[in-house]
């Protein structure tokens, strides 16, 4: 398994229990297609530095975690059919 670091943009008018929602859904979604949570660091919210979907602030989301490599892609997919997920990025940590 490889390590990968997810970060991922919510927007601003989301409130704890969507925030939650998305959280939960990922972490499950990696446990699902055989990888392992390593951490999930707490949402901030920060200032963009350019409008996203028509928001100038946004909740930003952090995942440590591993996963097989065949399994990165399906995750990708997974990630882009949650709707309250603006903005994503997906990279492979050092080992």
Same mark, same amino acid.
């Given at each position: 398994?490889?390590?990968?670091?997810?970060?991922?943009?919510?927007?601003?008018?989301?409130?704890?229990?969507?925030?939650?929602?998305?959280?939960?859904?990922?972490?499950?979604?990696?446990?699902?297609?055989? $990888?392992? =949570? @390593?951490?999930?660091? +707490?949402? #901030?919210?920060? /200032?963009?530095?350019?409008?996203?979907?028509?928001?100038?602030?946004?909740?930003? $989301?952090? =995942? @440590?975690?591993?996963? +097989?490599? #065949?399994?990165? /892609?399906?995750?990708?997919?997974?990630?882009?059919?949650?709707?309250?997920?603006?903005?994503?990025?997906?990279?492979?940590?050092?080992?």
């Amino acid at each position: 398994m490889r390590p990968y670091e997810l970060m991922y943009l919510c927007p601003p008018t989301a409130d704890e229990e969507r925030l939650g929602a998305v959280s939960e859904r990922l972490q499950q979604a990696i446990t699902t297609l055989g $990888g392992k =949570v @390593e951490k999930a660091a +707490p949402y #901030a919210k920060r /200032r963009l530095a350019y409008e996203v979907a028509h928001h100038r602030d946004g909740q930003y $989301g952090v =995942v @440590e975690f591993s996963l +097989p490599p #065949a399994q990165a /892609r399906e995750l990708e997919r997974t990630i882009r059919l949650t709707e309250d997920i603006l903005r994503h990025i997906v990279v492979r940590r050092d080992e």
